[in-house]
């Protein structure tokens, strides 16, 4: 089996630092901003006490790690609740607490702000999701994470057509995963059984990375064939009825609630640059223009143009690369022209 120690040893090392990193400014966010609205008392009466200490393991471990992250974290942290609680005042909203999704009594949530980290408890006794988006400036921010046998019945749902596409895709899916094996154990000189076994496990790895390149362009080619199927699919229901897909939307960007207020913060080479706060309805306003544009050759991922915003959808690996499963990652960033 071919192994590739340093390159596991640093994705994985990575998305230890970005799960610290993101929970660590979560809660820096929620903690500045219940101190500038008043309330860090109740803040920290309704925080679990694990919690906490977990947090401060975060920054001992970032501050061993990268503690160039710690100042950065800080100032963004600073900076983000700054907006948040200026646009708050701007619509004369006041805070009365804050919660830390997931972290939380379960009444407190609903199935649409999974895609929050903080509620906000207005003095009204109102109560507001936010999502936060830590990322490099014109980067693509991760928004939604779907399986592709479940993605058009899913988040399509309001098409009549949604179940038989989604039939018709998962066939596909499972024809070019099989073409894909085939392949493999042609190039490996193994016998192919009609499935990846046990003689491919003892001899080759199940993850993409650890690949020599011949191999993994045929893997990625195979990624690169169910992204054109999706790209053909959402195209079909674009032309079928352009209201009805563009209300599919907004789940795939991170608005899945429409009182959901998106704040984004976007940082350069360790250098914070600005914070973006957007609505519902600075995504999906009225006659807000929708384009699937063109498909590239052997790419894994295509984009949506929303307005402003773009919405890529990648075609990835559930995580071994022998199973017939893949998830759909969805991002947004904004449009340059």
Known sequence: MIKIPEKNNQDSTGALVNEEKGNLFEFLVAQILSRISGVEDKFFHDLNPDLKNNMAGYEESLRKSHPELISLLAKMANQTS????????NNNILINNIFLVGKIAANFEKEEWHEADLIIQTNL?????ISLKLSKDNSFMNTKS???????????????????????????IDQ??????HRLYQLASL?????FDQVWSEKWSELPGELPDEYRKIVFINYARVAELIHKQLITLLKLDRDKFTSSLPPLCGMGDNQIIQVSCFHQQHIFKSVEIKE???FFYPQVKVKILPLKDNVSSFDILIGDTILQIRVKPMNKFTTPSYKINCSIRRHKD
Do not use: R, V
Not at 176 to 181: L, N, R
């Open 82 to 89: 700054t907006a948040i609680d200026n646009f708050l005042k």
């Open 176 to 181: 070019a995963h099989m073409q894909m094996a």
């Open 125 to 129: 006794n109102t109560l507001i999701p």
């Open 191 to 195: 016998e192919f059984t009609g499935k």
């Open 146 to 172: 779907a399986g592709a046998k479940s993605f058009i019945e899913k988040y399509f749902l309001s098409f009549d057509e949604s179940e038989h596409l989604q039939l018709e895709l998962n066939k596909e």
């Open 280 to 282: 519902y309805i600075n």
